[in-house]
């Protein structure tokens, strides 16, 4: 095992199967990369539904192409949220579902557009951070700093690059959330023009789609207990009251929000993907194409 790979293990607290993705997906990726770029800023998209390993796997890319010799920013979606004041209007304002974080519509896309400029630009670039645990965008004291111009961006996300969906699909709820709590379909509506605006100029960019693709929908609710789990622990350690995290009962009206456009991408997302990486339930790769 090459030493780098051996050290983000090791720093990542990963799984020694890590190695495998390594080999069988991270390296396949460098190569495509060093392939294709033609200068700065070549924007990967990684995307993927929540807590299916896109951050694992932008972390790893960053270390391989970094052992390469090529600088990279690693920015995630999540990252780019709105603050929870201004998530609080658009509650009041557009529909109360927004206060949610997570849908198309709660992110500040300009924002987002602004950090992918500068870093094809020169000088500092600070990365937006955003606190889940406070459910607020963490002060700007406290993002990390790159020097720009940089190689390769690693852009991940659980809707990025998703297309919108056709007007005649928001008509039937998914589940028991629209079905309750959006019975005009006008969360759905906004969620969807938001996808067909905005976030285009966001995901447009893309130079290579990369997508995470799990063996269906269902698996995710359980992935992302896990996820919020190991946040309750780690806050329990460190002193940290429950209340900054998610009971199971919560994570389910939380995933609730992301059903329909999870959907959406496993079904349309595999035929206009650059590279699929195909996960089983324990999101372990099964197949890479």
């Not at 602004?114 to 606190?131: N, S």
């Not at 002060?139 to 700093?145: G, I, K, L, S």
């Amino acid at each position: 095992m090459d030493d780098w790979l051996s050290r983000f293990i090791e720093t990542e607290r990963l799984p020694p199967e890590f190695a495998r993705t390594a080999r069988e997906v991270c390296a396949p990726l460098v190569d495509r990369v060093l392939a294709e770029r033609r200068g700065p800023g070549f924007l990967v998209g990684i995307c993927g539904p929540q807590a299916s390993g896109k951050s694992t796997l932008a972390a790893g890319l960053a270390a391989m192409l970094q052992a390469r010799g090529l600088t990279t920013a690693v920015l995630s979606l999540d990252d780019l949220y709105l603050t929870r004041a201004e998530r609080q209007v658009l509650a009041r304002e557009v529909h109360p579902l927004l206060a949610t974080r997570g849908v198309p519509g709660t992110h500040d896309v300009d924002l987002g557009l602004a950090v992918l400029a500068a870093l094809k630009g020169t000088g500092e670039v600070a990365l937006p951070r955003f606190d889940k645990a406070a459910d607020d965008r963490a002060p700007r004291a406290d993002w990390p700093v790159v020097l720009a111009p940089v190689d390769v961006v690693l852009f991940e996300g659980w809707c990025v690059g998703a297309r919108a969906q056709p007007q005649e699909a928001l008509a039937e709820p998914v589940n028991a959330l629209e079905r309750d709590e959006d019975p005009d379909g006008a969360w759905r509506a906004h969620v969807n023009a938001a996808l067909a605006g905005p976030y285009r100029r966001l995901f447009d960019p893309i130079d290579l789609f990369v997508l995470l693709r799990p063996p269906a929908f269902e698996v995710v609710l359980a992935w992302r207990i896990e996820q919020e789990r190991k946040l309750r622990a780690r806050l329990a350690r460190e002193g940290a009251g429950p209340g900054r995290a998610m009971s199971d009962a919560e994570v389910g009206r939380f995933i609730a929000h992301y059903e329909r456009i999870t959907r959406h991408i496993l079904a349309e997302a595999p035929a206009r993907a650059d590279v699929t990486v195909r996960l089983d339930a324990q999101r372990r790769r099964i197949a890479a194409n």
